[in-house]
């Protein structure tokens, strides 16, 4: 017998609820890269039946933050720098393709867009975010605002996708020291030239940033496994 609409809606509505808690534990590190479990341990972790837990599970595999074992459980996706790196190919390709076509308008400071990252960015130090965790996202959102001003929503949402899965482990910089001034200076040169039209030394420093980043990545995946583990 399926079940009543309302039952149904509640049934969805739970494991929306899961799937958006398992993420943040996730990306919080409550559930650590290459914890293994079972949905029994997490029908006891959220006080939920194994039914929505398995339908947040199995959402999570399709946006590859967790790897499925045939009979054995669950896995939270391992640090893999190989596949960081890829992350970072893809975003590198998708806004060179943003900055290209922000600086072909006639008027790109024009923008809402790039007057909302100027006032979020081209700003005195004083003011500048002293959280290593919001500076994360926000440096997160400067590189996702401008693929989604550029304007194709397609770019936009495989961009997001991929900068969501980066962030899991540039978090893990939000244990060290980071270097605030730098992160400032590095994103308001690129929006600099870009408002200036000057694609090419845009995406000249948008690659220098993003091998930064890289080399970062490396250097966690390798120093901080001893952390989460």
């Not at 609409?5 to 509505?13: V, Y």
Request: glycine share 2%; aromatic share 8%.
């Amino acid at each position: 017998m399926s079940k009543a609409p309302s039952e149904k809606k509640i049934s969805n509505n739970i494991s929306d609820l899961i799937y958006a808690q398992l993420k943040q534990d996730i990306f919080s590190f409550v559930l650590k890269p290459g914890q293994r479990f079972t949905e029994t341990d997490l029908a006891e972790r959220y006080a939920a039946s194994r039914t929505p837990i398995r339908q947040a599970l199995y959402r999570l595999e399709q946006e590859g933050f967790v790897h499925v074992h045939f009979r054995s459980g669950w896995e939270i996706r391992p640090l893999e720098f190989r596949y960081y790196q890829e992350l970072f190919d893809l975003r590198m390709i998708l806004e060179k393709e943003a900055v290209k076509r922000l600086c072909a308008l006639e008027q790109p400071q024009e923008l809402p867009a790039l007057q909302a990252l100027q006032a979020m960015w081209l700003i005195p130090p004083e003011r500048y975010l002293k959280d290593t965790a919001a500076l994360i996202l926000q440096s997160e959102d400067f590189h996702c605002a401008l693929v989604r001003a550029a304007g194709n929503q397609q770019i936009a949402k495989i961009h997001q996708e991929a900068s969501e899965k980066i962030r899991i482990v540039l978090s893990l910089g939000a244990m060290k020291a980071l270097d605030v001034a730098h992160a400032y200076e590095d994103h308001g040169a690129i929006l600099r030239c870009i408002l200036n039209k000057d694609a090419e030394q845009a995406i000249h420093l948008a690659e220098h940033h993003v091998l930064e980043s890289i080399n970062e990545v490396k250097n966690i995946t390798l120093q901080m496994l001893s952390v989460i583990h």
